[in-house]
């Protein structure tokens, strides 16, 4: 049963890529897209209810996996050396090169082809990745068939090009599935890699010289984090003799040095995961169509960086290594919530925000206790739901007014009601308890109440959060004051993702002391004492409670009682600002200097001189490489 789940999840994806490449009829297509998403959520399920387990494969299609992999290493930066040169990226190139002879010196000079060790690990910690790749990416890939049918249309393209899109999409999910899957850092490697070249190749889908350059861009921050992966990767190998996963976790708080490639790897996973001062690539990427900035922000590629990381963390749990980790990511916490607030564009929104909540689960990780871990994983799960269902909801929005900006979204509940609905039920899933993200939050405070900086960071960064979240849904509901709301008509392929994410939220917040109790307790039972007794819908501790069921409660008695209030409703004149008579006739102006008509205009206060990106990103980036160097020295200081 296993090596049949491991096939589904892995390779099923690169197979379906491969029919979505060559197959040009676009319903074939489609109906593999949403034939491979169904086949994962059941590969999922199955896997799931068997547990834990550990599989070693020997072979693939008779051809043994360990060539196999070899092979395709030597291939993958062969292809990023080939884009480096292409687009004149002298930075790719070197980084290709760098990883080339790292690869070669690990292949040919040092390693002994002896292994031993089980190649797949199936814990509790990959269960939850698999689940958020399956599950959240597969909603955005079914999303993404009529969403990029509109988006060419748009473009006015003459020929397609969603066989090259929906082949690295679908592609993408299996090369997360194996990352997540693995206990082999050889393959974890090659998995990757396949990311970072996922990644480059779908920002850099639409062609301009913008998503050109922002791909490329990309592609080199994450490479000099490959080029760091890789000379950890090396390390451990001299040191060890492994490339267990398990076995370098349990054995690097033993080894001498062995904090400082445990630093490489973490500098590689922020890299990996856009932490500051690496945000610049994920917020290039927001040039890409919606499905791409859903996929990674939500289920792939950020999160095998924040994965790494906690994957990692035990092996440097109360070291000077891990309290630095901690404050990077309290630090991008904290600075990329005050970008966000500067921000009107929704997408740029939403990145900031990705990118804030990585540095929170990097914080957690970096911490290290078993509230902190606990912390991170549900911060993972609730974080990817919530901010896929974002995206899409962004995205469909846009196709329809024609902007991306919150101030063009004002009133939008009048002509897109249920869309609107959407959007602000996953806004205040990121927001307000009893959602499972505030309970994330809150555990993670709680697990940094002992340190004075770190404490402050988390406290500031979430209510920095209120501002921009709270901002964007009430602009979405100020209308129609009781007028009258038009009928939504939408693709089936387009609403059902939107209502099935939305579902998930609610549903999975509702479970979270199932979840808790089924997966995260035990995941993090082997680091210490299970942090938080779970009964009757209740987390506690000795320091507070979160009350869940009865939190829910309330919140459907007052979802009641909304509902009733809105069907009562009036309909409300709308009333002009008033200008202390200085308006025009119809109040649509108001008298200026030299007696001219100044138009009124109504929108939020972005407070932009405190939180603008040019007054605060250069001391932002300027603080992150201090913290990064600080890093390093306090992994050598072990």
Not at 188 to 193: A, I, L, R, T
Not at 285 to 311: E, Q
Not at 367 to 375: H, K, N, Q, R
Not at 436 to 459: N, P, Q, T
Request: charged share 10%.
């Amino acid at each position: 049963m296993l090596d049949t789940l491991a096939f589904i999840l892995i390779v099923l994806p690169f197979l379906a890529a491969l029919g979505c490449f060559a197959i040009r009829a676009s319903a074939i297509r489609s109906a593999i897209i949403v034939a491979t998403s169904g086949l994962l959520v059941v590969a999922f399920i199955m896997l799931l209810l068997e547990g834990p387990a550990t599989y070693t494969p020997e072979t693939l299609f008779g051809v043994g996996i360990r060539e196999i992999i070899q092979v395709a290493d030597f291939a993958l930066l062969a292809l990023i050396f080939y884009f480096g040169v292409r687009y004149k990226s002298a930075l790719v190139v070197v980084l290709a090169i760098v990883q080339l002879g790292f690869a070669s010196y690990l292949e040919f000079g040092l390693s002994t082809h002896e292994y031993g060790h089980q190649t797949f690990v199936i814990d509790n910690l990959t269960l939850v990745m698999v689940g958020i790749i399956t599950v959240v990416g597969g909603a955005i890939a079914i999303h993404a068939v009529p969403y990029m049918k509109a988006h060419e249309e748009h473009l006015h393209l003459e020929k397609s090009r969603q066989p090259r899109f929906f082949f690295v999409l679908v592609l993408f999910l299996g090369a997360m599935n194996g990352l997540v899957m693995t206990n082999d850092l050889s393959y974890f490697y090659f998995f990757w890699e396949i990311t970072t070249l996922c990644s480059f190749l779908l920002i850099g889908h639409d062609q301009t010289e913008i998503a050109t350059k922002n791909a490329v861009r990309a592609l080199w921050m994450n490479s000099l984090g490959g080029v760091a992966l890789m000379g950890a990767i090396v390390w451990f190998y001299k040191e060890l003799g492994t490339f267990d996963i398990a076995a370098i976790i349990e054995a690097a708080p033993q080894t001498a040095m062995m904090m400082v490639p445990l630093a490489l790897l973490c500098f590689g996973a922020f890299t990996k995961a856009a932490q500051v001062p690496f945000q610049s690539w994920l917020l290039g990427a927001m040039v890409a169509p919606t499905p791409v900035s859903a996929m990674l922000h939500s289920s792939t590629m950020v999160k095998a960086g924040v994965y790494a990381v906690v994957r990692f963390a035990p092996a440097f749990t109360d070291t000077y290594l891990g309290y630095a980790v901690a404050l990077v990511g309290a630090f991008t916490f904290l600075a990329t919530a005050a970008l966000a607030v500067g921000q009107s564009n929704g997408k740029k929104i939403l990145a900031y925000s990705t990118i804030s909540n990585l540095g929170l689960i990097v914080a957690c990780a970096g911490i290290g206790t078993p509230a902190a871990l606990a912390a991170a994983m549900l911060i993972i799960v609730f974080h990817a739901i919530s901010k896929g269902l974002l995206f899409l909801c962004v995205g469909t929005i846009e196709q329809k007014i024609g902007s991306r900006d919150i101030e063009d979204m004002r009133g939008v509940y009048a002509g897109m009601p249920v869309t609107a609905l959407i959007t602000v039920i996953a806004v205040i899933t990121m927001i307000l308890p009893p959602f499972g993200m505030l309970l994330g939050k809150w555990m993670a405070i709680e697990s940094a109440a002992s340190d004075l900086a770190l404490i402050i960071m988390l406290a500031l960064g979430s209510a920095l959060t209120i501002v921009y979240w709270v901002r964007w849904a009430g602009g979405v509901m100020s209308a129609p004051f009781g007028g009258k709301v038009a009928k939504e008509e939408q693709a089936v392929l387009t609403r059902w993702p939107l209502v099935g994410l939305c579902a998930s939220a609610v549903i999975v917040s509702i479970a979270s002391p199932w979840l808790y109790t089924g997966l995260v307790g035990p995941a993090v039972a082997a680091m210490g004492a299970s942090p938080f007794e779970v009964s009757q819908g209740v987390f506690g501790n000795p320091a507070g409670a979160f009350a869940v069921l009865p939190l829910f409660a309330v919140v459907v008695i007052g979802f009641l009682f909304a509902i009733k209030a809105m069907r009562n409703a009036e309909v409300t004149p709308a009333a002009m600002p008033y200008m202390a008579g200085l308006q025009n006739t119809d109040g649509s102006a108001y008298i200026g200097p030299m007696n001219k008509e100044v138009p009124i205009t109504v929108g939020h206060y972005y407070m932009s001189a405190l939180f603008g990106e040019e007054k605060l990103s250069r001391w932002v980036n300027g603080g992150a490489v201090a913290l990064l160097a600080l890093m390093f020295v306090m992994g050598g200081m072990q």
